[in-house]
């Protein structure tokens, strides 16, 4: 067992099984909660999880394969990748430009089925190579079979609210201005241009956004 990330909400470790790795995500027990009222809580948020993952699934999202989902833990595959947190930044232009309108296409397609992700950051988003099993980031080559996966569906849910989706994308663009600060503009413009184009009600929900925006603004003053 190799942990390669440890929250306060779960612990995420290597495993091997049937001699391939997984990665398996456990809900950690909260000494401050009643025994039986924990246990119901971690299972009902990894039976929710474990249906986000695989809504996104079937509306054609890239996310990992659940191997088992059982009481608070999910079992997955694991993907060897790099986190586009940390290659984003070095990355060629043209390069980046794919990289956005993959997150876009995502982000659509997942608004499209009514899943809202919750956690919207380049650290939830793994490229993985179309022709080798990890990715070598001197390299940064993107091939027309790479994939863009989506991780960590934790503080996601259904929903079909404008205000939803666009609280979700606005998010995303706090994580890009965040992490990626001097690639803000192109990102976010590529972004929202994929992201409308293959979502009928963007025009609604990215005006939800400028008015959520002003509303930040308008507090932080």
Known sequence: MRIIQRGA?????????????????????????????????RSQRTKREERLILKARRAGVNVPNIVEARESKIIMEWIEGEKIKDSLNSMPRNQRVKIYRLIGESIAKLHSSGIIHGDLTTSNMILLDGRLSSVDSSRHSIFKDDRLYIIDFGLGKISGKIEDQAVDLYLLYEALKSTHLKLLEEAWEGVLKAYKQNYSKSKEVLNRVLKIEKRRRYKGE
Do not use: N
Not at 11 to 40: A, F, H, N, S
């Open 9 to 41: 909400e779960a612990v995420l470790y290597l495993e091997e099984m049937d001699g391939k790795k997984v990665l398996v995500k456990d809900r950690l027990p909260k000494g401050y909660r009643i025994p039986q009222l924990d246990d119901k809580i």
